[in-house]
Protein backbone atom coordinates (compact mmCIF):
# COMPACT_ATOMS: atom_id res chain seq x y z
CA UNK A 1 0.00 0.00 0.00
CA UNK A 2 1.57 3.22 -1.37
CA UNK A 3 2.56 5.94 1.47
CA UNK A 4 1.45 8.89 -0.72
CA UNK A 5 -1.60 10.18 -0.25
CA UNK A 6 -4.55 9.80 -2.72
CA UNK A 7 -4.36 12.81 -4.87
CA UNK A 8 -0.62 13.92 -4.39
CA UNK A 9 1.43 13.80 -6.81
CA UNK A 10 4.65 11.68 -7.07
CA UNK A 11 8.16 13.03 -6.31
CA UNK A 12 9.45 14.46 -9.93
CA UNK A 13 12.42 11.82 -9.76
CA UNK A 14 10.00 9.45 -9.00
CA UNK A 15 7.89 9.94 -12.17
CA UNK A 16 10.97 10.31 -14.17
CA UNK A 17 12.48 7.03 -13.04
CA UNK A 18 9.27 5.17 -14.53
CA UNK A 19 9.05 7.07 -17.59
CA UNK A 20 13.13 5.52 -17.98
CA UNK A 21 11.94 2.22 -17.34
CA UNK A 22 8.97 2.30 -19.60
CA UNK A 23 11.11 3.86 -22.33
CA UNK A 24 13.59 0.55 -21.61
CA UNK A 25 10.38 -1.24 -22.13
CA UNK A 26 9.89 -0.09 -25.36
CA UNK A 27 12.99 -0.63 -26.65
CA UNK A 28 12.49 -4.13 -25.42
CA UNK A 29 9.63 -4.49 -27.26
CA UNK A 30 10.79 -2.69 -30.77
CA UNK A 31 13.89 -5.57 -30.18
CA UNK A 32 11.75 -8.51 -29.79
CA UNK A 33 9.49 -6.72 -33.30
CA UNK A 34 12.45 -6.64 -35.14
CA UNK A 35 13.50 -10.54 -34.13
CA UNK A 36 10.03 -11.26 -35.65
CA UNK A 37 11.09 -8.87 -38.65
CA UNK A 38 13.80 -11.34 -39.44
CA UNK A 39 11.59 -14.32 -39.14
CA UNK A 40 9.18 -12.46 -41.81
CA UNK A 41 12.16 -12.18 -43.51
CA UNK A 42 13.39 -15.85 -44.05
CA UNK A 43 9.68 -16.55 -45.18
CA UNK A 44 9.45 -14.49 -47.72
CA UNK A 45 12.70 -15.01 -48.91
CA UNK A 46 11.97 -18.58 -48.99
CA UNK A 47 9.10 -18.21 -50.44
CA UNK A 48 10.14 -15.43 -53.11
CA UNK A 49 7.60 -12.72 -51.35
CA UNK A 50 8.71 -9.13 -52.20
CA UNK A 51 9.66 -6.94 -49.15
CA UNK A 52 7.08 -4.38 -49.41
CA UNK A 53 3.56 -4.86 -49.05
CA UNK A 54 1.43 -1.78 -49.67
CA UNK A 55 -1.75 -3.38 -48.23
CA UNK A 56 -0.53 -4.89 -45.30
CA UNK A 57 1.24 -1.52 -44.14
CA UNK A 58 -2.16 0.73 -44.44
CA UNK A 59 -3.65 -1.92 -42.54
CA UNK A 60 -0.84 -1.44 -39.93
CA UNK A 61 -1.30 2.01 -40.37
CA UNK A 62 -4.84 2.35 -40.17
CA UNK A 63 -5.27 0.22 -36.70
CA UNK A 64 -2.46 1.90 -34.91
CA UNK A 65 -4.28 5.34 -35.72
CA UNK A 66 -7.55 3.94 -34.64
CA UNK A 67 -6.19 2.71 -31.51
CA UNK A 68 -4.20 5.42 -30.33
CA UNK A 69 -7.51 7.37 -30.87
CA UNK A 70 -9.22 5.41 -28.61
CA UNK A 71 -6.57 5.05 -26.46
CA UNK A 72 -6.56 9.26 -26.31
CA UNK A 73 -3.17 9.50 -28.09
CA UNK A 74 -1.94 12.29 -30.66
CA UNK A 75 -2.91 9.90 -33.84
CA UNK A 76 -1.04 11.73 -36.56
CA UNK A 77 2.30 11.40 -34.11
CA UNK A 78 1.70 7.85 -33.69
CA UNK A 79 0.74 7.11 -37.11
CA UNK A 80 4.56 9.10 -37.82
CA UNK A 81 6.33 6.71 -35.51
CA UNK A 82 4.81 3.51 -37.23
CA UNK A 83 5.68 4.68 -40.20
CA UNK A 84 9.35 5.04 -39.55
CA UNK A 85 9.51 1.07 -37.84
CA UNK A 86 7.59 0.11 -41.12
CA UNK A 87 10.38 1.54 -42.66
CA UNK A 88 13.44 0.10 -40.18
CA UNK A 89 11.58 -3.38 -41.04
CA UNK A 90 11.81 -2.93 -44.24
CA UNK A 91 15.51 -2.14 -44.09
CA UNK A 92 16.38 -4.65 -42.44
CA UNK A 93 14.72 -7.88 -44.26
CA UNK A 94 16.54 -6.16 -47.05
CA UNK A 95 20.13 -6.27 -45.38
CA UNK A 96 18.83 -10.04 -44.79
CA UNK A 97 18.40 -10.63 -48.10
CA UNK A 98 14.64 -11.28 -48.23
CA UNK A 99 15.00 -10.44 -52.05
CA UNK A 100 17.61 -12.31 -52.69
CA UNK A 101 16.65 -15.86 -54.37
CA UNK A 102 18.24 -18.39 -52.07
CA UNK A 103 19.91 -20.08 -54.86
CA UNK A 104 21.46 -16.64 -56.76
CA UNK A 105 25.27 -16.95 -56.69
CA UNK A 106 27.41 -14.48 -55.30
CA UNK A 107 28.98 -12.09 -57.49
CA UNK A 108 32.71 -10.54 -57.13
CA UNK A 109 32.21 -7.06 -57.37
CA UNK A 110 34.97 -4.38 -57.49
CA UNK A 111 35.06 -0.51 -56.72
CA UNK A 112 36.91 1.59 -58.20
CA UNK A 113 36.88 5.00 -55.16
CA UNK A 114 36.38 1.90 -52.69
CA UNK A 115 37.25 4.17 -49.88
CA UNK A 116 35.84 7.25 -50.87
CA UNK A 117 32.23 7.70 -49.09
CA UNK A 118 29.67 6.48 -52.05
CA UNK A 119 32.36 4.13 -52.40
CA UNK A 120 32.09 2.80 -48.70
CA UNK A 121 27.93 3.54 -49.19
CA UNK A 122 28.06 0.76 -52.64
CA UNK A 123 30.52 -1.59 -50.25
CA UNK A 124 27.76 -1.82 -47.56
CA UNK A 125 25.32 -2.27 -50.42
CA UNK A 126 26.95 -5.24 -52.25
CA UNK A 127 28.22 -6.38 -48.94
CA UNK A 128 24.70 -6.82 -47.41
CA UNK A 129 23.87 -9.02 -49.96
CA UNK A 130 26.13 -11.41 -50.02
CA UNK A 131 28.76 -10.59 -53.11
CA UNK A 132 32.35 -10.68 -52.72
CA UNK A 133 34.68 -7.27 -52.77
CA UNK A 134 37.47 -5.96 -54.32
CA UNK A 135 38.05 -2.25 -52.80
CA UNK A 136 40.44 -0.35 -55.32
CA UNK A 137 41.55 3.36 -54.34
CA UNK A 138 44.74 5.52 -53.84
CA UNK A 139 45.55 4.06 -50.64
CA UNK A 140 45.34 0.24 -51.66
CA UNK A 141 47.67 -2.02 -53.50
CA UNK A 142 45.31 -3.85 -55.45
CA UNK A 143 45.28 -1.55 -58.82
CA UNK A 144 42.07 -1.25 -61.10
CA UNK A 145 43.00 -3.13 -63.87
CA UNK A 146 44.27 -6.11 -61.75
CA UNK A 147 40.41 -5.73 -59.90
CA UNK A 148 38.92 -5.53 -63.14
CA UNK A 149 40.01 -8.23 -64.39
CA UNK A 150 39.40 -10.61 -61.45
CA UNK A 151 35.65 -9.24 -61.32
CA UNK A 152 32.29 -9.43 -62.54
CA UNK A 153 31.18 -6.27 -61.99
CA UNK A 154 33.62 -3.58 -61.79
CA UNK A 155 31.78 0.04 -60.59
CA UNK A 156 33.63 3.39 -60.98
CA UNK A 157 33.13 5.94 -57.82
CA UNK A 158 35.41 8.31 -58.41
CA UNK A 159 35.12 12.58 -58.68
CA UNK A 160 33.43 13.65 -61.87
CA UNK A 161 36.66 15.09 -63.44
CA UNK A 162 38.46 11.67 -62.85
CA UNK A 163 35.85 9.33 -64.32
CA UNK A 164 36.40 9.46 -68.10
CA UNK A 165 39.94 8.86 -67.61
CA UNK A 166 39.47 5.80 -64.72
CA UNK A 167 36.75 3.83 -67.42
CA UNK A 168 39.61 4.27 -70.22
CA UNK A 169 42.16 2.71 -67.86
CA UNK A 170 39.77 -0.11 -66.65
CA UNK A 171 37.55 -0.51 -69.28
CA UNK A 172 39.76 -2.63 -71.27
CA UNK A 173 40.36 -5.36 -68.13
CA UNK A 174 36.81 -5.65 -68.02
CA UNK A 175 35.63 -9.45 -69.16
CA UNK A 176 33.57 -9.69 -72.01
CA UNK A 177 30.82 -11.46 -69.85
CA UNK A 178 31.44 -8.83 -66.93
CA UNK A 179 29.56 -5.72 -66.33
CA UNK A 180 30.87 -2.03 -66.35
CA UNK A 181 29.37 0.47 -64.87
CA UNK A 182 29.62 3.87 -62.86
CA UNK A 183 28.24 6.01 -60.41
CA UNK A 184 28.34 9.58 -61.65
CA UNK A 185 26.41 12.53 -61.81
CA UNK A 186 26.44 13.21 -65.87
CA UNK A 187 25.94 10.12 -68.03
CA UNK A 188 26.18 10.81 -71.28
CA UNK A 189 29.90 11.10 -71.40
CA UNK A 190 30.63 8.43 -68.80
CA UNK A 191 27.98 5.65 -70.86
CA UNK A 192 29.86 6.39 -74.00
CA UNK A 193 33.36 6.42 -72.47
CA UNK A 194 32.51 3.10 -70.65
CA UNK A 195 30.85 2.11 -74.54
CA UNK A 196 34.61 2.78 -76.02
CA UNK A 197 36.49 1.82 -73.17
CA UNK A 198 35.38 -2.69 -72.94
CA UNK A 199 33.27 -4.88 -74.64
CA UNK A 200 31.53 -6.17 -71.96
CA UNK A 201 28.28 -5.09 -70.78
CA UNK A 202 28.26 -1.11 -69.84
CA UNK A 203 25.23 0.28 -67.29
CA UNK A 204 25.26 3.94 -66.23
CA UNK A 205 23.60 4.65 -62.76
CA UNK A 206 23.31 7.73 -60.84
CA UNK A 207 22.38 7.40 -56.88
CA UNK A 208 20.22 10.18 -55.60
CA UNK A 209 21.18 10.82 -52.68
CA UNK A 210 24.57 11.50 -50.45
CA UNK A 211 26.96 9.20 -48.41
CA UNK A 212 24.97 10.05 -44.92
CA UNK A 213 22.10 9.29 -45.79
CA UNK A 214 20.60 6.68 -43.03
CA UNK A 215 18.59 4.54 -44.66
CA UNK A 216 18.58 3.18 -48.33
CA UNK A 217 14.83 2.34 -48.12
CA UNK A 218 13.00 4.47 -50.51
CA UNK A 219 16.35 5.90 -52.10
CA UNK A 220 16.07 6.61 -55.83
CA UNK A 221 18.75 5.66 -58.07
CA UNK A 222 18.53 6.18 -62.28
CA UNK A 223 19.72 3.49 -63.96
CA UNK A 224 20.53 3.81 -67.82
CA UNK A 225 20.64 0.91 -69.74
CA UNK A 226 23.66 0.84 -72.67
CA UNK A 227 24.88 -2.84 -73.28
CA UNK A 228 23.74 -6.31 -72.34
CA UNK A 229 20.19 -6.54 -71.28
CA UNK A 230 21.17 -9.26 -68.59
CA UNK A 231 23.04 -7.52 -66.78
CA UNK A 232 21.22 -4.38 -66.85
CA UNK A 233 18.20 -6.26 -65.05
CA UNK A 234 20.81 -8.20 -62.78
CA UNK A 235 21.49 -4.31 -61.13
CA UNK A 236 17.87 -3.54 -61.08
CA UNK A 237 17.06 -6.59 -59.24
CA UNK A 238 20.34 -6.05 -57.59
CA UNK A 239 19.28 -2.05 -56.51
CA UNK A 240 15.40 -3.24 -55.74
CA UNK A 241 16.42 -5.87 -53.42
CA UNK A 242 18.23 -3.19 -51.02
CA UNK A 243 14.90 -0.86 -50.66
CA UNK A 244 16.30 1.76 -53.36
CA UNK A 245 13.84 2.61 -56.19
CA UNK A 246 14.64 2.64 -59.81
CA UNK A 247 14.69 5.12 -62.58
CA UNK A 248 15.16 4.27 -66.19
CA UNK A 249 15.88 6.43 -69.09
CA UNK A 250 18.71 7.42 -71.09
CA UNK A 251 22.02 9.18 -70.57
CA UNK A 252 20.26 12.09 -72.51
CA UNK A 253 17.37 12.16 -70.91
CA UNK A 254 19.16 12.42 -67.48
CA UNK A 255 21.46 14.79 -68.01
CA UNK A 256 18.47 16.97 -68.86
CA UNK A 257 16.67 16.01 -66.10
CA UNK A 258 19.56 16.59 -63.69
CA UNK A 259 19.96 20.62 -65.39
CA UNK A 260 17.15 21.15 -63.14
CA UNK A 261 17.26 18.95 -60.69
CA UNK A 262 21.00 19.61 -59.71
CA UNK A 263 22.56 22.28 -61.73
CA UNK A 264 19.44 24.85 -60.96
CA UNK A 265 19.06 23.49 -57.36
CA UNK A 266 22.62 23.92 -56.33
CA UNK A 267 22.72 27.49 -58.22
CA UNK A 268 20.07 28.46 -56.18
CA UNK A 269 20.91 27.38 -53.26
CA UNK A 270 24.40 28.96 -53.87
CA UNK A 271 23.23 32.47 -54.61
CA UNK A 272 20.87 31.89 -51.39
CA UNK A 273 24.08 31.99 -49.42
CA UNK A 274 26.18 33.58 -51.23
CA UNK A 275 24.05 36.87 -51.07
CA UNK A 276 23.25 36.17 -46.94
CA UNK A 277 27.16 36.43 -46.49
CA UNK A 278 27.25 39.64 -48.53
CA UNK A 279 24.56 41.28 -47.06
CA UNK A 280 26.31 42.05 -44.00
CA UNK A 281 23.80 40.88 -41.47
CA UNK A 282 25.54 38.13 -39.23
CA UNK A 283 23.15 34.56 -39.11
CA UNK A 284 22.99 34.96 -35.18
CA UNK A 285 21.23 38.09 -35.58
CA UNK A 286 18.31 37.07 -37.67
CA UNK A 287 17.93 33.40 -35.66
CA UNK A 288 15.60 34.81 -33.05
CA UNK A 289 12.98 35.53 -35.79
CA UNK A 290 13.39 33.09 -37.58
CA UNK A 291 10.25 31.21 -39.23
CA UNK A 292 10.13 27.31 -39.41
CA UNK A 293 10.24 27.97 -43.34
CA UNK A 294 13.31 30.33 -42.78
CA UNK A 295 14.85 27.80 -40.95
CA UNK A 296 14.36 25.03 -43.33
CA UNK A 297 16.14 27.13 -46.01
CA UNK A 298 18.91 28.05 -44.04
CA UNK A 299 19.59 24.06 -43.29
CA UNK A 300 19.30 23.45 -46.85
CA UNK A 301 22.02 26.17 -47.70
CA UNK A 302 24.34 25.35 -44.82
CA UNK A 303 24.06 21.53 -45.59
CA UNK A 304 24.95 22.36 -48.78
CA UNK A 305 28.18 24.61 -48.19
CA UNK A 306 29.08 22.06 -45.34
CA UNK A 307 29.93 19.69 -48.24
CA UNK A 308 32.99 19.52 -50.88
CA UNK A 309 33.45 22.37 -53.51
CA UNK A 310 35.30 19.98 -55.63
CA UNK A 311 31.86 17.74 -55.96
CA UNK A 312 28.95 20.40 -57.26
CA UNK A 313 31.69 22.65 -59.16
CA UNK A 314 31.65 19.41 -61.71
CA UNK A 315 28.01 18.86 -61.26
CA UNK A 316 27.35 22.27 -62.33
CA UNK A 317 29.86 22.78 -64.84
CA UNK A 318 29.96 19.81 -66.86
CA UNK A 319 26.19 19.67 -67.63
CA UNK A 320 25.85 20.60 -71.43
CA UNK A 321 22.78 22.66 -70.27
CA UNK A 322 24.21 24.70 -67.51
CA UNK A 323 24.53 27.78 -69.49
CA UNK A 324 20.52 27.64 -70.44
CA UNK A 325 20.03 26.83 -66.30
CA UNK A 326 21.81 29.98 -65.16
CA UNK A 327 20.73 32.38 -68.14
CA UNK A 328 17.24 31.61 -67.35
CA UNK A 329 17.86 31.90 -63.75
CA UNK A 330 19.49 35.22 -64.38
CA UNK A 331 16.37 36.68 -66.39
CA UNK A 332 14.39 35.68 -63.52
CA UNK A 333 15.99 37.89 -60.95
CA UNK A 334 16.33 40.66 -63.41
CA UNK A 335 12.25 40.49 -64.12
CA UNK A 336 11.08 39.70 -60.64
CA UNK A 337 13.38 42.27 -58.96
CA UNK A 338 12.37 45.44 -61.28
CA UNK A 339 8.80 44.25 -60.84
CA UNK A 340 9.20 44.68 -56.94
CA UNK A 341 11.39 47.65 -57.11
CA UNK A 342 8.40 49.39 -59.08
CA UNK A 343 5.76 48.44 -57.09
CA UNK A 344 3.74 46.94 -59.79
CA UNK A 345 1.40 44.53 -57.39
CA UNK A 346 -0.24 43.56 -60.72
CA UNK A 347 2.97 42.31 -62.53
CA UNK A 348 3.54 40.62 -59.31
CA UNK A 349 0.30 38.93 -59.23
CA UNK A 350 0.79 37.19 -63.07
CA UNK A 351 4.08 36.08 -62.19
CA UNK A 352 3.02 34.32 -58.99
CA UNK A 353 0.05 33.10 -60.66
CA UNK A 354 2.16 31.98 -63.98
CA UNK A 355 4.20 30.05 -61.42
CA UNK A 356 1.24 28.83 -59.30
CA UNK A 357 -0.17 27.28 -62.56
CA UNK A 358 3.09 25.55 -63.68
CA UNK A 359 2.87 23.38 -60.23
CA UNK A 360 -0.72 22.78 -60.60
CA UNK A 361 -1.85 20.33 -58.43
CA UNK A 362 1.32 19.18 -56.86
CA UNK A 363 0.99 22.27 -54.65
CA UNK A 364 -1.92 20.77 -52.60
CA UNK A 365 1.22 17.62 -52.21
CA UNK A 366 3.76 20.23 -51.01
CA UNK A 367 1.55 21.86 -48.55
CA UNK A 368 1.23 18.65 -47.33
CA UNK A 369 4.94 17.33 -47.50
CA UNK A 370 6.67 20.86 -46.04
CA UNK A 371 4.19 21.61 -43.41
CA UNK A 372 5.15 17.35 -42.48
CA UNK A 373 8.93 18.95 -42.40
CA UNK A 374 8.09 22.14 -40.79
CA UNK A 375 6.58 19.79 -37.59
CA UNK A 376 9.80 18.27 -37.98
CA UNK A 377 11.80 20.94 -37.15
CA UNK A 378 9.78 22.85 -34.96
CA UNK A 379 9.82 19.40 -32.95
CA UNK A 380 13.62 19.52 -32.49
CA UNK A 381 13.95 23.60 -32.03
Not at 27 to 32: C, D, E, G, P
Not at 233 to 238: L, M
Not at 263 to 268: A, D, N, S, W
Request: charged content about 25%.
Amino acid sequence: MSDIPSGVPRPLAVVRAMIDALDRDLLQIMARRMALVAEVAAFKRQHGIRIRDAQREADVLRDRHERALELGLPAGEIESIFRVLLRSSRDHQAALRAEIPIDESPRTVAIIGGHGKIGRLLARLFGDLGHRLLLVDTDTTLRGAEAAAAADVTVISVPIDRTEAVIREVGPHVREDALLMDVTSLKEAPVRAMLEATRGSVVGTHPMFGPSVHTLQGQRVVLCRARGEAWADWVAHTLTARGLVITETSPAQHDRAMAVVQVLTHFQTQVLGLTLARLGIPLTETMPFTSPAYLLELYVAARHFAQDPGLYGPIEMRNPRTGDVTTAFGGAVQELAAVIGEGDQAAFTRLFEEVRAFFGDFTAEALIQSSFLIDRIVERS
